[in-house]
């Protein structure tokens, strides 16, 4: 590895506790932050993921889901939507206990803008994850 004059050449390997921080900033909205007591930024940026997921299924949105009956193309256009809303942790997990916010609303005027809430709520979710493990892993104030 070539460094520059005064750099050091070790890493220091990323601690556990960085590694719980994101596991459970990912899988409950906020609560990553809220164990680094940083309460205002896990209460800000957990409650709009919380907010934008109920108003996502309240406006009638779709969580995606790979299915036994997609193949091929089908099963590859689910994917990636599914990835963004299982971003959302603990919420998708219910929803899909529940079977909550699979069944497709598209008569519904709203129905776009519950699927974009969802997902962006999700993908938001990912951000706070890793700015938590940026944070617990001392890479980040």
Known sequence: MVTREGESSVH??????????????????????????????????????????????????????????????????????????????VLYVACWLLNVGFAEHAQRWTYEYGNTFLLVAGLLNYLVMLDAFDIAAGRKE
Not at 13 to 27: C, D, E, M, S
Not at 68 to 79: I, K, M, R
């Open 12 to 89: 220091k390997a990323t601690p556990r506790r960085a590694w719980l921080i994101g596991v459970l900033a990912w899988a409950v909205p906020g609560v990553g932050h809220l164990l680094l007591k940083r309460w205002l930024r896990g209460l800000l940026l957990g409650g709009a993921v919380w907010l934008m997921f109920l108003l996502g299924l309240s406006l009638g949105g779709h969580l995606f889901i790979v299915s036994s009956a997609d193949q091929g193309f089908s099963a590859l256009v689910q994917l990636l939507p599914m990835i963004a809303n299982v971003g959302s942790g």
